[in-house]
């Protein structure tokens, strides 16, 4: 029993780093559109796969993207979810 809740408990750090990496992307697709730098072509690079599929299920609308939302919503239920378990 053990095991299974250290697994559940990485996977939670793992939603958490992955959600902070997603806010970090937004903070600069605002602040510089343009990937220049080194941590937003990682960021993009890490949540790319996640948000393109999301992207093609819920187009953004009048210019917003929602996929950010979606996901991060998606993302903390199944931290709650994993704090069940």
Known sequence: MW??????TL?????????IVMIIRAVFSWVSPVPTNPVSRFAWQV?????????RWIPPVSG?????????????????ALRNF
Do not use: H, K, Q
């Open 11 to 19: 996977l939670i750090y793992a939603l958490y780093l992955f959600i």
């Open 47 to 55: 949540t790319e796969p996640v948000l393109a599929p999301v992207r």
């Open 64 to 80: 917003i993207d929602l996929s950010f939302i979606v996901v991060i919503l998606i993302a903390y239920f199944l931290i709650a």
């Open 3 to 8: 095991g299974m809740s250290f697994i559940a």
